[in-house]
């Protein structure tokens, strides 16, 4: 009576060690591959001076942007690329901004690649040219 037990308390130890490898198994090769997690924004690598998105890019928008103000000024807005083009010229029009000439270009890129608003989608576009006819009331 005492060796079946013994058995049973074994083969149950063995299946929950199967089980917990399997599992473990399961976890390894469904995690998400690094190329895809690169996409979402959280998990997108920061510069630990500035907090922004590093990219090679990154430099410049150093450079032109952040000597006046926090760089948190840009990391916590989104606007599209017309939008911080009319930011530069707000600030150059107000705030002694200069101009940044070739490196306009470089800034706009950076700026609307990882500080742009993101996209709501509908399910559909609203409807046009709806005809609409009145009710008739009995
Ligand atoms: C010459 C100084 C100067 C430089 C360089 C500068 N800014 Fe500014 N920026 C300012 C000032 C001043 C403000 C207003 C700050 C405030 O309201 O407290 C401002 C505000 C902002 C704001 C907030 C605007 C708003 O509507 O609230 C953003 C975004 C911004 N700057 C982005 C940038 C970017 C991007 C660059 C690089 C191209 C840049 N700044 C470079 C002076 C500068």
Redesign the pocket.
């Known amino acids: 009576m005492k060796q079946r037990g013994t058995i049973l308390l074994g083969i149950l130890t063995m299946t929950l060690f199967l089980l917990g490898a399997f599992r473990q198994h399961i976890y390894t090769s469904h995690s998400i591959p690094a190329t895809e997690l690169a996409v979402a924004g959280d998990t997108l690598k920061k510069d630990p001076d500035t907090g922004l998105v590093v990219d090679e890019n990154l430099m410049m ?1 150093k450079a ?6 926090s760089p948190k ?2 990391s916590q ?1 989104r ?1 599209t690329r017309d939008g ?1 083009r009319q ?2 010229r ?2 150059q029009a ?5 101009d ?1 000439g070739d490196t ?1 270009k470089v ?1 706009l890129d950076y ?1 609307e690649k990882y500080y742009a608003p993101t996209q709501i989608y509908s399910r559909r576009a609203p409807l046009t040219n709806i005809e609409w006819y009145p009710l008739k009331q009995k």
């Not at 032109?64 to 103000?69: I, L």
């Not at 107000?94 to 200069?98: A, D, V």
């Open positions: 928008v032109q942007c952040t000597s006046c103000h000024l840009i807005n606007f911080w930011k530069i707000w600030m107000n705030h002694n901004l200069w940044l306009e800034v700026l």
